[in-house]
Structures are given as structure tokens and as C-alpha cells.
């Protein structure tokens, strides 16, 4: 009966605490209450996605076997009816880049992006994981709507790349919207880091804001060597998307961050995305993603017809010039974006905080820092 007694009775410590949780609670970052929820239903849609049963059907055991027997790592495409046509525009540009598009394999993720695509490319292996009936039963989901299908698709692309490499292909994951201005495949990027178990892009550009954020991968394209480890990871991968509020890219960048792991990060001067535009630019990447540049109202194809990146003539065929062009018009294109963000130099405080971190192994690179990044879009 005492113990009950001196809990109720307030000392000036417990109105203290429970001050500071009102605070929290209520006055507090009212994200945390819409990160619960949406973790919640992260869970409970996830259970709708149907990879278990396409991974273990007869066609995407055959695509899988088609890629084993492939002679070099494909390039694994995933998309649907919605960036159907910036595919094309892709297809259009590696269509005269020496054994680049037979390297291509893609994933549909509707039915109707999977049939036109067999239609007007019936050579490239194409799969399909439908997630039509997911994105139908989402839409009874209001709060973080959008956020909510963007991960969940983030999820189905690693438990591709869990399945791939527990039947031990290598390959590269690769994007639609990215623009190749040169031979990216004869670069041979996979036997230059033989090492290696992941080979990643890297968000940022060669200013020193980035130094700091060298190792943070973009996600957009990189390169898997199948193995157990790979698996492994992939696996970790997915099971950490179910604690934390953030996108696959920072979480494997966290994981590479542990001992086991060995990721590669591929230089800017390789692999690049719309931040490269926001650069004097004296350099030209062999691939920049346009994850970026986009203006109101604009779609994809807009945004890369501005840029002089559509590779195709008004009747859909492919148009070589703007190829041998691009890397040029890689230098002029999207101007607006040189300056965008004003480089702030760093403060004594911050330079010594970050030394005493790597010093003391507290979370060094700010791999984990990253993982919260996204916490803002909710
Ligand atoms: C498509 O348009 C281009 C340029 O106008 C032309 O050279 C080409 O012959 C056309 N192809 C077809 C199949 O109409």
C-alpha cells in the first residue's frame, strides 16, 4: 500500500516528468502519432503485396533462370503504365549503345504496362508483379496516401532484389528516368570493384556540402552481386522499412555502414542525379537520374523534352542525334538549377560535433542521420 502512496504523492520531480510529457504528448511532434500510423498500415498493406506467390510461380522462376543465363549483369527496369512512356524514351536511348539494351530486363507492375511493352518490345525479358489490386485497395487509406503506395513500391522492388540475389545473379537496378550520355556498360564497373557486394550511386555533386554525405546512396542505380550475404542484406533491409519512416536507399545505406557489408559508391563523375545540374557542371556524368527539375504541371517526358533528352521523333521511332548530342546538352540544360541551394559553410560547432562523432564511432558518415530525413514529408 506505501509503494502506491509515494507515487500518488507528487514531489516536485514527478510533476516535473509528467510535465514534460504532457508537453511532449500534446504540444510536442505531432509527426510521431502519424509515423505510428502509418508503420501500422505499412504492416498491415504489405501482407496484399503478392511477390511470395509470383516468386515462387512457374513464369518468374523462368525470367529469373533467363537472367542466370544471361552473359553479362542485366539492367533490371521496374515500371508501369504510369512512366510507360519515359521507358520508351530510355529504351530509345540505349537502343544505340553497343550491347546495352539486350542487357535490359523489366518488371511491369500492371497488366496493361506488361502486354505493351511484349507488344512493341517483344525481345526484352518481361515479368510482371501486379500491384493494380494493392493500389486499389489503398486508396481507403487518407492520411500519407501517396507516401504510403511510394514505400510500399520501394518494398516489392527489395524483395526483387532479395529473390535475384538468393538465386545468386548479379545485377544492376536500374531507372527508367535516367539519361545515359555516354557507354555506361563498357565502363565495366563491376569488375572494378571485384570486392565488392553492392555498388552504389550517391546522391549529391562534387561540392564540398556533399563531403559529408559521400556515402549516401541515391538508390537509384547500383549493382548487386548475388550471394548469400546479398540476401541477407536485402532481407535486413526490408525488415528495418517496417520500423522506420524511410525510403530503401537510406536504409541500405545504414547497413552499409556494418561490418559484413561491403558496399562501393560510384563516383559523380559516373553516376549522378539532378543535383549534378545544380553544378558549373565541367564534367558531364555517363548517367544522370532526373529525379529532380521538374516544373509545375510539367510531366516526365516535359521535364526531359526541355532538357533536349527525348529520344524520340513525333511517331515514336528513336532519333540517334539526340543521343550523340546529350552529352552537350547535358552541359546547357536545366540552368535555372546552378545555385539552387546557397552553400552555407559549416560552423566551428558542427566541424568539432562531427569530428568527436567519428572519433567516438557514434554513428559516423551520419548513415543513421540520414534514416530520418524523410521524417519531414509526414
Ligand atoms: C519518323 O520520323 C522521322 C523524322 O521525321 C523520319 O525520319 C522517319 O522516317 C519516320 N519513321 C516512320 C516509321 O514513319
Keep these: 500500500m506505501g509503494k502506491?502512496?509515494?507515487?500518488?504523492?507528487?514531489?516536485l520531480k514527478n510533476?516535473?516528468?509528467?510535465v514534460l510529457i504532457i508537453k511532449y504528448l500534446y504540444l510536442g511532434d505531432k509527426r510521431i502519432f502519424r509515423r505510428k500510423t502509418y508503420l501500422h498500415n505499412l504492416l498491415s498493406y504489405s501482407k496484399e503485396v503478392p511477390f511470395e506467390t509470383v516468386n515462387a510461380g512457374v513464369e518468374f522462376n523462368s525470367f529469373a533462370d533467363n537472367l542466370k543465363k544471361m552473359p553479362e549483369a542485366p539492367y533490371v527496369i521496374m515500371f508501369d503504365s504510369s512512366n510507360i512512356d519515359v521507358l520508351y524514351n530510355h529504351i530509345c536511348n540505349l537502343k544505340f549503345i553497343p550491347n546495352a539494351l539486350s542487357r535490359v530486363v523489366t518488371i511491369a507492375f500492371d497488366k496493361d504496362a506488361h502486354l505493351n511493352l511484349q507488344d512493341k518490345y517483344p525481345h526484352i525479358p518481361n515479368t510482371l508483379i501486379d500491384l493494380a489490386p494493392l493500389k486499389e485497395s489503398l486508396k481507403s487509406v487518407g492520411e500519407n496516401h501517396g507516401y504510403l503506395t511510394y514505400s510500399l513500391v520501394l518494398m516489392v522492388r527489395v524483395k526483387i532484389c532479395a529473390s535475384l540475389a538468393q538465386r545468386g545473379i548479379n545485377f544492376w537496378i536500374s531507372q527508367q528516368d535516367t539519361i545515359w550520355t555516354e557507354n555506361f556498360q563498357m565502363l565495366n564497373i563491376e569488375d572494378m570493384y571485384p570486392e565488392a557486394h553492392l555498388i552504389m550511386d550517391k546522391i549529391g555533386n562534387e561540392s564540398p556540402y556533399y563531403d559529408r554525405l559521400r556515402m549516401w546512396a541515391c538508390g537509384a542505380t547500383f549493382f548487386v552481386r548475388g550471394s548469400p550475404t546479398t540476401y541477407q542484406y536485402f532481407k535486413q533491409v526490408e525488415s528495418y522499412m517496417f520500423t522506420y519512416q524511410s525510403p530503401d536507399s537510406s536504409i541500405m545505406t545504414y547497413f552499409c555502414g556494418h561490418s559484413?557489408?561491403?558496399?562501393?559508391?560510384?563516383?559523380?563523375?559516373?553516376?549522378s542525379s539532378s543535383n549534378y545540374f545544380e553544378t558549373t557542371r565541367e564534367y558531364v556524368p555517363a548517367l544522370i537520374q532526373l529525379d529532380?527539375?521538374?516544373k509545375y504541371k510539367e510531366t516526365k517526358m516535359d521535364t526531359l523534352t526541355r532538357g533536349k533528352f527525348n529520344f524520340q521523333f513525333k511517331n515514336g521511332t528513336c532519333n540517334v542525334d539526340v543521343y550523340r548530342n546529350a552529352k552537350e546538352n547535358a552541359k546547357t540544360a536545366y540552368l535555372e538549377a546552378i545555385g539552387r541551394w546557397p552553400i552555407i559553410p559549416e560552423t566551428r560547432f558542427v566541424q568539432i560535433q562531427y569530428f568527436l562523432k567519428t572519433l567516438f564511432n557514434v554513428d559516423p558518415l551520419n548513415r543513421k542521420a540520414f534514416m530520418k530525413y524523410h521524417y519531414v514529408l509526414m
Design 4 to 11: 502506491y502512496c509515494k507515487i500518488l504523492v507528487p514531489s
Design 15 to 18: 510533476i516535473f516528468i509528467c
Design 260 to 271: 559484413g557489408y561491403k558496399c562501393e559508391f560510384l563516383p559523380h563523375s559516373v553516376a
Design 292 to 294: 529532380g527539375e521538374k
